[in-house]
């Protein structure tokens, strides 16, 4: 980082520490304040971490989500992030990094305790929710037998959480990312979590995903709202920004508005343009959506 964009950055953490917010934050418009996050790996080519924490914040966004980058950092690493977070008035408000699958017989175990780990991280990172990903899809075992297996694992891990106040949300992948995945389509995961019957478990719909190889998006997300723990947004193909591509996210983020989402909207999305500067059009484009629903 040069000097200039250093005191620039020091001059908006002092701002931020005498008013108590960032100043590069924008208030997310939305009668239920709607907050946005980034997931940080999607920008992991553009720079180091903390220069895409820093262009995360100037961008006008509350939270980062992480994918295990935390797994080797010492606790004074942690420490400093966190700092240097609060600083920027940002959050980490979803993490992955379980590696073994909830669906998985022979990975149970290993999940549980891999789970264990990731929940105390959690705890260190002031996390309140967990990405969770379900494995492979066992050829040799009846698909009625894998679903039981996944939702008796996630009732284990729901309960694991619910001791530390952590919230689970299951991430359906879609079938041309990973053809061998248990979970594919936000559809089952909704049925799936309904089984479990847990508060603290609930489904992470990822727009980019769904549309991938399912669609019907705007439909399946008004009938199960009361399941949808977070959103990830993409477009499709190539999964650039909102309004690169096919999907009508004007129309979805009307549709969370209307059905009074107010959980965080995350942007998981290659910018083709000036990073701070996509993520800035990208939120703003989606909180004039969400006024105007």
């Known amino acids: 980082m040069n000097r200039r964009c250093f005191a620039q950055l020091a001059l908006a ?8 917010r960032p100043a590069t934050a924008q208030p ?7 907050r946005f996050s980034f997931m940080l790996w999607a920008l992991a080519k553009q720079a180091s971490f903390d220069r895409c924490v820093e262009m995360v914040a100037e961008a006008g966004y509350n939270g980062v989500e992480l994918t295990g980058e935390f797994q080797k950092w010492s606790p004074q690493e942690t420490q400093r992030i966190m700092t240097r977070m609060r600083g920027l008035g940002l959050v980490v408000d979803a993490m992955s990094g379980v590696k073994a699958g909830f669906a ?10 891999q789970l264990q780990v990731q929940i105390d991280d959690a705890r260190k990172l002031e996390c309140p929710q967990i990405i969770l990903l379900s494995g492979r899809r066992v050829a040799e075992l009846e698909l009625a037998k894998q679903r039981q297996v996944a939702i008796d694992t996630l009732k284990e ?22 053809p061998t995945i248990f979970l594919q389509t936000v559809s089952d995961g909704f049925e799936i979590t309904r089984a479990v019957g847990r508060d603290n478990v609930k489904v992470l719909y990822d727009f980019y995903h769904e549309q991938r190889a ?3 998006l705007i439909e399946k997300l008004q009938k199960n709202i009361d399941m949808v723990g977070l959103v990830h947004i993409a477009d499709v193909p190539g999964r650039h920004e909102p309004g690169t591509g096919e999907v ?3 129309q979805i983020y009307k549709a969370l508005a209307a059905a009074h989402y107010d959980k965080f909207i995350a942007m998981e999305y290659y910018p083709t343009t000036e990073p701070v500067a996509s993520l800035t059009r990208a939120r703003k484009e989606a909180e004039q ?3 105007s629903a």
Not at 13 to 20: D, L, M
Not at 28 to 34: I, L, R, W, Y
Not at 158 to 178: F, G, R, S, T
């Open 13 to 20: 953490t002092a701002v931020s520490q005498t008013f108590g």
């Open 28 to 34: 997310a418009a939305s009668s239920k304040q709607v």
């Open 104 to 113: 998985v017989p022979e990975e149970s175990t290993s999940f549980l305790q």
């Open 157 to 178: 891990a729901a309960d694991m959480a619910a001791k530390h106040h952590v919230q689970i949300v299951i991430e359906p992948i879609d079938p041309l990312e990973n």
């Open 214 to 216: 399912f669609g019907n």
């Open 248 to 250: 009508a996210y004007a």
């Open 289 to 291: 959506a969400l006024r």
